[in-house]
């Protein structure tokens, strides 16, 4: 396509020129439910983003790459240590969120808290075959006591709230 645009350039002077492009690509930041298959930008000049999928049992969060533990307690929208909790199937899962962002369970300490629910997860159902870990979006897994609402929560209204510009001062 460039070549045909740019006839004047050679092949070679077209890809040397792409090994030195800086190319990025950003994306507004929308509101999705697959339910309506809507999209539509909230007020450009604060973004908030919420990528929701109509799931049995209700919505769940889809994830949403570049957020990290640690820029929740950076933003003290986490106070470590923050207790973490599941119920699945039938077994009372913890875990906790520790000041430099890592999560606590079972005794070893994981990056994310998908990782950390993959764990939790594999320590019930086992790992799938071919797999060492049950894929899992921790994020949605793990629970914790919001102070705000008084009720159990995921973890994900954190995210969400961060992710809006929101933080606990």
Do not use: C
């Amino acid at each position: 396509m460039l070549r045909k645009r740019t006839p004047e350039l050679a092949p070679s002077e077209i890809r040397e020129s792409l090994k030195r492009a800086d190319i990025r690509i950003d994306f507004p930041v929308v509101s999705v439910s697959s339910q309506s298959l809507a999209t539509e930008v909230e007020d450009e000049s604060s973004p908030t983003v919420k990528v929701v999928e109509e799931a049995e049992g209700g919505k769940k969060t889809l994830n949403i790459p570049g957020v990290q533990v640690s820029d929740l307690t950076r933003t003290n929208l986490v106070e470590p240590p923050l207790q973490l909790e599941k119920f699945y199937q039938g077994t009372h899962l913890e875990a906790e969120i520790r000041s430099d962002g890592t999560i606590i369970f079972d005794g070893e300490t994981y990056r994310s808290l998908s990782s950390a629910a993959a764990y939790a997860r594999k320590s019930i159902i086992g790992a799938p075959e071919g797999r060492k870990y049950p894929q899992t979006n921790g994020w949605v897994f793990w629970k914790y006591h919001d102070l705000e609402t008084g009720r159990l929560e995921e973890i994900d209204v954190l995210r969400q709230r961060y992710l809006n510009g929101r933080s606990r001062s």
